[in-house]
Structure formats: structure tokens, C-alpha cells
């Protein structure tokens, strides 16, 4: 017998094709790897679909792989609360786009309001800019902070309004 | 303490210099100013602020602004070590100001991490101590001013 993981990577294989989504059985959590373009689209599906009805989401994380290995991902946590199943989703891209900007991916934000203020988390510590979010602003730092600390290449500025940053 | 009770004893005439009652009147009815934890009543009736947590970039900028709303003869304690010299995020916390005396001058700084209450009792008698010498003749900050920076003196 299939498991519940099996039966939802295959329905959005046949929704949404083999290139889009691909099944990833790591052994603590089974996951699925969005093509980065779609995951606005497989996270409306999954919302909206009978069989999934995945009305929670319960965590968007991201994570900054480091100038070595180029790619940051972030980390999408389902939950249906009448079906009682969750689903893990994953996207990879590059740390910057091709003119050395900051990243740029979907945002889920209109699916669920919870994105909203985790995408501002993600924009907030790791730079990543979601694509039509409704109110992209840092949410913890200052508004005139410079930098998205949790890079792997971040270096804190020297003075923040006239005080030094680094003990000294 | 101890003053106008064996005053009050001899006789019920109160002898006594304006220095010593004033300072007894002020280290007797210090109004502490709390910020962030609950409504507290505004800092322009407020004597001595309590910087009791970490201090945050973000939040050296209001802290600043509450200070300055203050009247003076006006105090501040520092609590713990997070606000004395950034406790345990001295080093990678890159939001964390290093020490609230970075943005405001502190009277007194209470360790520990989290001091014990005796020890912010304590501090609060040192406080007191403190204020007890003051005196309205020689206004001491204004002199420990105009040491360091003779002939340009800037009154906070």
C-alpha cells in the first residue's frame, strides 16, 4: 500500500509534471522539491484541492547554503487539519539572481496569511525578496539596518546611529 | 533615614540644612520608571529608570527618547548583565548595544545575569547613597564637566 507521502507526490507529479515537482525520501522527512517559478501554483493547489485541503501552514523557513555552494532554499511545512497529513516542500535557488542582486521567488502570502509575516521574516534575516508580497518591510531588525544577518557572508556595520556595534 | 525621627522626638522643631532635606525627600520617594513590562505613569514624573533587559539597536533609540523626557535630577540603573556591557551577546549579537551606557549615563550598574533581588535592592541603596551627598551649592556634574572639557560646557 502506497503511503500518504507516495499518493500526494504522485498526484502533483500528474498535475503539475515530472520537471516541476520531484519526490525526495529523506530518511526523517519525506519532502518534495518545487521548481522555484511553481510553488505558488502547488501551494494554491494543495490549498484549494478536495483531496488535500492542506489549510495550515505551519512553518516557512529558510536557509542560506553559503557563497560556496550558491543556493539558498526555503522550507515550506503543511498541515490539513481535518485530514490530519502534512507534507514538507522545498525550493532551491541561486544566493543572488544573474546582476548580483538579492534573490527573488514567489511569494505564498495570498494562500495563506501566515506567509505573510514568515516571508518578511525570511526577507528580514537572509535577503530573499518574495515576488508580490503585499508588504515586503523587515519585520525584527530597524527599518534603516543594513544587511540580512543570517547570510553567510554577512558582516555587521561599524556604527548604527552615531553607537559602535562590535563590543569593544 | 533616622533624621527627622530623632528630630521629631526633641522637641518638634525640625533643625536642618535645605541640602539634607531635599536629598532626603528624593532618595525617600524615588518613582521608578519601567518601560516595556506595563503601564507605568509617564516619564516626566519619573526619577530613576530601571534599564532591566537586553537592549536592542532597535530599541536604544526610545530609550534615549524616554530618558530625555525625563526631568532632572534624573537616575538611571543599569540591571544585569545585558544592559551593563551586553551579556552574553557581547560578541555575535550583531542587534545587541554593548552596554546602555553607550546611549544614556548610568548611576548604577547592578551584575548579574539575572541578579538576585537583593542585589537590585541593593543597587537601589546605592542610589540612595548616592543622593544623599548631593548637595544644590556645588553642583557636582556640571563641575565634573567643565574638568573634562574646560571652557565648552554642554548642559544635557
Known amino acids: 500500500m502506497k503511503s500518504a507521502f507516495d499518493l500526494l507526490a504522485e498526484l502533483l507529479v500528474n498535475r503539475f509534471g515530472e520537471t516541476a515537482v520531484v519526490a525526495e525520501n529523506t530518511p526523517l522527512q519525506p519532502r518534495l522539491r518545487i521548481a522555484t517559478e511553481r510553488i505558488a501554483d502547488v501551494c494554491q493547489f494543495l490549498h484549494e484541492n478536495e483531496q488535500t485541503y492542506f489549510d495550515l501552514l505551519e512553518c516557512l523557513s529558510a536557509v542560506d547554503n553559503g557563497p560556496g555552494t550558491g543556493t539558498m532554499e526555503v522550507f515550506y511545512h503543511l498541515y490539513s487539519i481535518p485530514y490530519e497529513h502534512a507534507l514538507a516542500l522545498r525550493i532551491v535557488f541561486p544566493r543572488n539572481d544573474a546582476s548580483g542582486n538579492l534573490p527573488e521567488v514567489p511569494t505564498v502570502s495570498h494562500v495563506w496569511r501566515t506567509a505573510d509575516w514568515h516571508e518578511r521574516e525570511a526577507y528580514d534575516l537572509l535577503g530573499i525578496r518574495f515576488a508580490a508580497h503585499p508588504d515586503l518591510r523587515r519585520i525584527l531588525l530597524p527599518a534603516d539596518w543594513e544587511g540580512h544577518p543570517l547570510r553567510k557572508d554577512y558582516t555587521e556595520q561599524d556604527r548604527y546611529h552615531g553607537i559602535s556595534v562590535k563590543y569593544e | ?156
Open chain 2, 1 to 156: 533615614m533616622g533624621l527627622l525621627d530623632q528630630k521629631f522626638e526633641s522637641g518638634g522643631v525640625i533643625i536642618t540644612q535645605v541640602d539634607d532635606l531635599i536629598n532626603w525627600a528624593r532618595l525617600s520617594s524615588l518613582w521608578p520608571m519601567g518601560f516595556g513590562l506595563f503601564p507605568r505613569p509617564s516619564p516626566r514624573q519619573s526619577d530613576v529608570m530601571i534599564v532591566s533587559g537586553t537592549v536592542t539597536f532597535k530599541m536604544a533609540d526610545r530609550i534615549k527618547r524616554l530618558y530625555e523626557q525625563m526631568a532632572e535630577p534624573r537616575y538611571v540603573i543599569s540591571m544585569g548583565s545585558c544592559s551593563n556591557c551586553g551579556g552574553p551577546y557581547w560578541q555575535h549579537g550583531y542587534h545587541v548595544v554593548k552596554g546602555v551606557d553607550k546611549i544614556i549615563p548610568v548611576d548604577v550598574y547592578v551584575p548579574g545575569c539575572p541578579p538576585r533581588p537583593e542585589a537590585l535592592i541593593g543597587g537601589i541603596l546605592k542610589l540612595q547613597e548616592k543622593i544623599r551627598t548631593e548637595t544644590l551649592a556645588v553642583p557636582k556634574a556640571l563641575l565634573a564637566m567643565m574638568e573634562k572639557q574646560p571652557g565648552q560646557v554642554e548642559i544635557p
